[in-house]
């Protein structure tokens, strides 16, 4: 019998884990709905990728709890500078750059619930880059948690293949040269590798994002 009082890691039952996350996600798109979205298409993404590079169905379900929630830090970014329609100033781009943290420290009273334990690190790692350019800590090369590697794959191809109020969406074509270009600059050459041998398949699922959507993602994962 665990002593009363100690603290546990707990797995929550599937649907508990799925009102804290539709909690969480709630909020988010309350705030700022484009990147709701963003988050939900890169959960999608980021899970098929972990599926083609040969991750078990737990890892698969990491991948996609921690791509669900890598930009919810941005809840604490003012809207003068999340809702820019220009282009960021270096201060401004510096606060921006403070959001992988801030989504650890939102999500880290459940750090010891499953699956939130394991992905931390995962979120806060998700816009470290291989050559070690990247933030909040410089890491580098496979020191970068795998799930964000897989993260930062599909976070980009979202981020170049979708509408913005200042550029219009990139063509998938040109998106996958630049994430080519990258590679092992930016990006794991392997994964890419993986993502562009396997993205094609999934170019037909454009679907529109809803709320089912999410719990349709969530029933299959848990
Ligand atoms: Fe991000």
Redesign the pocket.
Known sequence: MPRRGSVKPVILTSNWTSFVIQTLLQALRERDPYTYGHCLRVARNARLLAQAAGLNEKEQYETETASLF??L??LGIPDSILLKPGRLTPHEEAVMRT??VK?EEILRPLKDFSPFKLILPGIRS??ERIDGGGYPDGTQGEKIPLISRI?LIA?TFDAMTTNRPYRNALAYEIAYKELKQFSNRQFDAKLVEIFLKAHPKWGEMEEEITDEFVSVQYKKAA
């Open positions: 890598h930009d830090g941005k959001h992988p989504s998700h816009h993260i976070d």
